[in-house]
């Protein structure tokens, strides 16, 4: 059987740890729930794993933390990655992005503090702020990481333009660029195909952030891979249950689970996208143990049968 290149790894995205988003408070429930996430994921081969100051308004950094203050060596088995630069609404105070210096700072330090931990392995920038100062931003990016406190950088929700601005201030690499891509977020692909079709008005993907990407090495995260069980189990339109179908096909065909076909189909994209899977579920994630530890084995002609009949209409 044809591999294409080895594994490139999953993802596990945190955003669903913590709790409910509007109770100040975790329980030990929260607490188990995220030690049984935590603990399937590394019996997966999953080791990074993604959060967000935001996510539970802060409390799902604080479980994963407290696990890790209860198990001496964990914290040197994982990569741990973090995002700032959202700021929730508050009362009458609408939400918004802060991308200021001295707030990126302040929401390091206290995602540091809540995650128990010395140092981010990766610090991504959520979303841009419009009001961001590229300059402002590229340098307290800089004393972080020569502090010790931030090891590598990212963005998140970032086209190639906004990339390029942001390095041309940047001494740093930046790293990684995570965007919703999958069999059901499908722009990433659509961009580069539809070209000079009346189709491409519908696409909002950033067309030639992919190609950027892959030029400079920026590796390409990609959240919302599992497609909320679109395609592996609750399906919920005709082209989902038709997809869902040829994926439970393949699924046998390779000797794996449905999830991993969902995201071996991200993965086999040659720019080597590395899924981000949010469930907290430990079966759902051992389900995605193939695609962290085996390249992906889906043919040229299979890859395409699964977007063709995703997208529910013929290539132009």
């Known amino acids: 059987m044809t591999q ?23 329980s030990t429930a929260d607490l188990d729930t995220a030690a049984a996430a935590i603990e399937a994921a590394l019996d997966a081969g999953i080791t990074v794993f993604d959060h967000a100051d935001i996510y539970a308004r802060g409390k799902a950094e604080a479980v994963f933390g407290e696990v890790l203050a209860r198990s001496a060596d964990l914290r040197g088995r994982i990569v741990l990655q973090s995002k700032c630069g959202i700021r929730l609404p508050e009362g009458d105070a609408p939400g918004l992005y802060d991308l200021r210096g001295p707030v990126i700072r302040q929401r390091v330090q206290e995602s540091l503090e809540r995650l128990q931990t010395d140092a981010l392995d990766v610090l991504l920038l959520h979303r841009p702020d419009p009001l961001a100062d590229p300059a402002d931003v590229a340098a307290v990016l800089t004393d972080l990481h020569r502090e010790g406190l931030v090891r590598a950088v990212g963005v998140s929700n970032t086209d190639a333009a906004q990339i390029a601005a942001l390095q041309a201030h940047l001494d740093l690499p930046i790293v990684v660029d995570q965007l919703e891509m999958g069999l059901h977020r499908r722009d990433f692909v659509e961009t580069g195909v539809l070209v000079n079709t009346p189709e491409a008005t519908g696409v909002g993907f950033p067309h030639g952030t992919l190609e950027h990407c892959r030029a400079h090495g920026v590796t390409l995260q990609a959240w919302g891979a599992l497609a909320q069980g679109r395609y592996s189990g609750r399906p919920s339109t005709p082209d989902e249950e038709a997809t869902a179908a040829l994926v439970a096909q393949l699924a046998d065909e390779h000797a794996t689970t449905r999830e991993t076909v969902v995201l071996w189909w991200l993965q086999r994209h040659p720019a080597r996208i590395v899924p981000v899977v949010g469930t907290t579920r430990p079966d759902r994630i051992g389900a995605c143990a193939d695609a962290a530890r085996r390249a992906p084995e889906l043919t040229h002609e299979q890859w395409y049968r699964l977007w063709t009949t995703a997208r529910g209409h013929p290539l132009p």
């Open 4 to 26: 294409h290149g080895g594994p490139v790894g999953v993802v596990l995205g945190c955003m669903g740890l913590g709790g409910a988003w509007d109770d100040p408070t975790w």
